[in-house]
């Protein structure tokens, strides 16, 4: 009787055996399988860190380049200098924001705001803001961060709410401060009277929808202008647009700040192209109601 107990649980023992032996390949692969599931999770990982690492160093690098690109500018000459002093016409005052331009035989009911061009600094403008105001009008040539007139959008506001006493305001601007100017009126339509496009164009039709008052100048000699861009864009101007195009002109003549890149040579001299351009602004700010 004992030895078939002891059979029996040999028996048991060895069928216990024969079993873990059976599935001891089926382990194997599960904890093979396990492991290179792991390693295949380490691996993604891995990839997406350096795929993360690689895309904020791309960032990284582009807003480095950007601000350095930003960092060289267009500065006033010598001759914008000289108009940055009062005179007995005209009182100039400069804070951290604009430069203002307000004319000293009068107390003027319209106001000019001038966007600068992109990487131009707002000061290079003063000869043709001093121009304006000598006829009886306030002109803030607007500072932007960077010297990059995306930044500063709305710098109209703080013009408009120092100058309280302006009854009646025409906003402007050089090349893609003159865009931005446009983007300024499409959120603040209440604020301004007539827009004023130098070398520059919309790229919407929204000037058009709300009938604005829009004064267009360039320069036949712009090299920076896309001229199929700014022939395409009166279809997004009123209909009652004043469009003055300025024979021998350029795109750097409208300041005084040097040439501006990829532009031809003027066939007329500084002062001419700026004072055309003055009489085209005086006639349009005379016409605002």
């Not at 647009?241 to 409208?254: C, K, L, P, R, V």
């Amino acid at each position: 009787m004992k030895n078939n107990k002891v059979r029996s649980k040999k028996r048991e023992y060895d069928t216990y055996s024969i079993t873990m032996e059976l599935e001891k390949p089926l382990l194997y692969e599960e904890e093979q399988e396990e492991i290179y599931k792991r390693q295949k999770n380490i691996k993604r990982k891995s990839r997406n860190k350096k795929i993360v690492k690689l895309i904020l160093t791309l960032l990284l690098c582009s807003v480095i380049g950007f601000f350095i690109w930003l960092s060289s500018y267009y500065a006033p000459t010598s001759q914008a200098e000289s108009y940055l002093k009062s005179t007995n016409s005209v009182e100039v005052s400069i804070d951290n924001n604009f430069i203002c331009f307000t004319p000293t035989n009068t107390k003027p009911k319209k106001g000019f705001i001038l966007y600068p061009a992109a990487k131009v600094d707002a000061k290079a403008y003063s000869q043709i803001c001093s121009m304006i105001a000598a006829k009886g009008y306030k002109v803030v040539a607007v500072d932007m961060p960077f010297n990059y007139p995306l930044f500063g959008k709305n710098k109209a506001d703080e013009v408009i709410k120092k100058y309280s006493d302006i009854e009646s305001w025409v906003i402007g601007g050089d090349s893609l401060g003159g865009f931005v100017a446009t983007r300024y009126v499409n959120s603040n339509i209440s604020k301004i009277d007539g827009v004023v496009l130098i070398s520059s164009y919309p790229l919407d039709s929204y000037l058009k929808e709300i009938n604005m008052n829009v004064l267009s100048i360039w320069g036949s000699k712009d090299g920076v202008i896309n001229f199929q861009s700014l022939i395409d864009a009166k279809q997004k101007l009123p209909n009652k647009t004043t469009y003055t195009e300025i024979e021998g002109a350029n795109h750097s003549q409208f300041g005084d700040y040097g040439t501006y890149k990829s532009d031809e040579q003027a066939l007329i001299n500084a002062d001419a192209q700026k004072q055309k351009t003055a009489d085209s602004i005086l006639q349009f700010l005379g016409n605002i109601n």
